[in-house]
């Protein structure tokens, strides 16, 4: 092991980041080198049955008590994982400051949410978000506006880990790499011991809370849940997985198994190419991972403590400056086999409602959604289930642009797919219904005029509309 040796000295040499973090690093490198990756063994993969991943309409139902609900409520803390950037978006800064709905972010969204729950149950639920070195100094600075609401607002960063340059093993910032191209945050994996080392689980576990919510902060659709709090607490269950029926757009999401008489999250990275396809399959893996996870703050300290999260290593080869690197990441959702009495719970749809991408906000900017008291909630007056595909082209791709080639967001609640291509713009109160393909002409510009209703057309040209 005599890269090891090399890169633990190289690392030591690392004045940016802290004693936990270069051991956290080079324990994960080790672990990698050594590859103790688990082998899933395919025959003896069973499907979880309802003990262990529980239909949400079988959950009791939380107390009608206003005051047993305040009590529930007073163990929780809800974490968001705000490490990410809003670049694919095309926007600078943190992600969770996009403009979602009604001129509000996703961090307004939630601030709202969480400061209606304290004051409704007079509760008072602490809201947690973990930055990454490359969000941390702007969510500050944004943090500041929230300081008259009733909602104590904490923040702490995920660790910094050198990147690995593949020729050498050497960290990248010790070949005089020191902006922030060299290092790199490890996954939110790594969620359970930086709440850890940051200090604030020792302080929560002090002020009597109990269990911690974490999901990503652009899933809109991650909003407390006190059926599924109360039972938690009722079961003690230390971990939980959210998870919701697959629909064709989700067939590379990680599912739940049950292995060796423990649950645990397959993901397509661990499948042997000869099972890709059955895994991708919506009849034998019928749920998949939304990355809603409610744990146990009691049984996160022991684990960590005992250096027992040993997540499978997500290997994700980059390349900075035409330098080929590594960087070694850990998932939350596969921690779930390493907590005692885990379990996954399948709830509907509308706990799901990520924003990734330009069509997202399409969908949550129109009337297939409204917002009441910061929950964004899917209009009644819709008969599908399912939402519309949306399909924009690269023009769409930033949010500036995007919004810029909308008028007003159409009317879309009887739209089953929409595919736009080429330089398209929308006037202002259009309708979309049914199948509607719309494709400009290279270097022709296709607006669509104000007031149009368009139903089950292909659009290539104005003489079509």
Not at 51 to 71: I, M, N
Request: glycine letters at 8%; charged letters at 25%.
């Amino acid at each position: 092991m005599e890269k090891l040796e090399h890169l633990k000295s190289a690392v030591a040499a690392l004045s940016e980041i802290s004693e936990n973090e270069k051991n956290g690093f080079i324990n994960l490198v080790s672990r990698y080198l050594s590859g103790e990756a688990q082998h899933i063994e395919w025959s003896k993969i069973q499907t979880p049955t309802d003990e262990v991943v529980v239909p949400y309409d079988t959950l009791s139902p939380s107390p009608d008590d206003p005051a047993e609900t305040k009590k529930l409520l007073d163990k929780l803390v809800v974490l968001k994982l705000n490490g990410g950037l809003g670049t694919t978006m095309g926007c600078t800064g943190p992600k969770s400051v996009i403009e979602v709905r009604n001129g509000l972010t996703f961090l307004d969204l939630i601030v709202i949410q969480i400061e209606n729950l304290n004051s409704k149950y007079g509760c008072n639920v602490p809201l947690v978000l973990m930055n990454s070195f490359n969000t941390h100094d702007d969510t500050l600075k944004i943090v500041d506006k929230y300081s008259n609401s009733n909602i104590e607002i904490h923040t702490f960063n995920q660790s910094q880990y050198p990147r690995l340059v593949v020729e050498d093993f050497a960290p990248l910032p010790s070949k005089g790499q020191h902006g922030k191209d060299g290092w790199y945050p490890p996954g939110h994996g790594d969620v359970f011991p930086s709440l850890m080392n940051s200090g604030k689980l020792d302080a929560f576990l002090s002020q009597g809370k109990e269990y911690v919510f974490v999901a990503n902060s652009d899933n809109l659709g991650a909003i407390v849940d006190l059926k599924i709090l109360n039972h938690l607490v009722q079961n003690k269950n230390e971990y939980c997985m959210e998870v919701t029926p697959k629909t064709l757009a989700d067939v590379k999401g990680g599912t739940l198994i049950s292995y060796e008489g423990k649950v645990q999250l397959l993901e397509i990275a661990q499948v042997p190419d000869e099972h890709v396809n059955e895994f991708k399959s919506i009849e034998k893996f019928k749920i998949f991972n939304t990355n809603n996870l409610w744990v146990n703050l009691n049984a996160i300290k022991r684990l960590v403590e005992a250096d027992e999260l040993k997540m499978e290593i997500i290997p994700n080869p980059k390349e900075v400056n035409g330098i080929k690197v590594l960087q070694l990441e850990t998932a939350a959702g596969a921690a779930i086999r390493f907590f005692d009495h885990a379990i996954g719970i399948n709830v509907p749809r509308s706990r799901f409602l990520p924003v990734k991408a330009a069509s997202d906000l399409l969908l949550v900017q129109s009337d297939l959604y409204t917002l009441v008291d910061g929950f964004v909630i899917r209009n009644k007056d819709r008969a599908n289930p399912t939402n519309p595909s949306i399909e924009l082209g690269p023009e769409f791709k930033k949010v500036g642009n995007f919004l810029s080639r909308f008028k007003s967001i159409p009317s879309i609640i009887e739209l089953d797919s929409l595919k736009v291509t080429g330089d398209v713009w929308f006037g202002a109160g259009i309708v979309l219904k049914g199948k509607v393909s719309i494709a400009a002409k290279p270097g022709v510009k296709l607006e669509i005029p104000d007031g149009a209703v368009i139903e089950n057309k292909e659009i290539n040209g104005p003489e079509d509309i």
